[in-house]
């Protein structure tokens, strides 16, 4: 069941989005609420599964990860065993910042974080020894035009 969210609860979403540091005070005067009123509603939100979680977000390229690669995967088989190999695999590779299963020609689109050629080529041999795969390919970032994880609330 979807939480009822309404006008101030999206403000609030949307100043969150942008910055997580605020204090309680801040925000509650930035959306017109009082101090308790806006701390209710923040936790209905987070106890409702409307904020998953508070982060940071950080510099790639000032941690050496200034690769982003989009990963195709083409399967040969759809077997639930597979299926539990690949998720495991997923899960146990920091470099995997999203899977996404597929309608089309594409079975799955890994969206990967490395740090150059030679890391993507590390990875993809990690990869393919955890998991059997009949077709991958790569596609290396050139430019990040719009990044975000801001959701248009």
């Not at 005067?29 to 009082?34: F, G, K, N, P």
């Not at 597979?82 to 910042?97: N, T």
């Not at 795969?133 to 596609?139: F, K, L, P």
Request: aromatic share 6%; charged share 30%; hydrophobic share 45%.
């Amino acid at each position: 069941m979807r939480p009822e969210i309404d006008q101030i609860d999206r403000r609030i979403l949307r100043l969150l989005q942008k910055d997580t540091t605020f204090s309680l005070d801040q925000l509650a005067d930035r959306v017109a609420l009082s101090r308790n009123a806006c701390w209710r509603r923040v936790r209905r939100m987070e106890e409702a599964g409307v904020i998953r979680a508070r982060v940071a977000h950080l510099n790639p390229d000032a941690l050496g990860l200034g690769l982003a690669v989009f990963v195709l995967i083409r399967v040969g088989q759809h077997e639930s065993g597979w299926l539990d190999r690949f998720q495991q695999a997923v899960a146990a590779m920091p470099e995997i910042q999203g899977a996404h299963r597929m309608t089309g020609d594409l079975d799955y689109v890994l969206r990967v974080r490395v740090a150059d050629v030679a890391d993507y080529d590390r990875f993809y041999k990690a990869l393919i020894a955890r998991v059997p795969i009949a077709d991958i390919s790569a596609s290396f970032v050139m430019e990040d035009i719009k990044d975000t994880t801001e959701l248009p609330i």
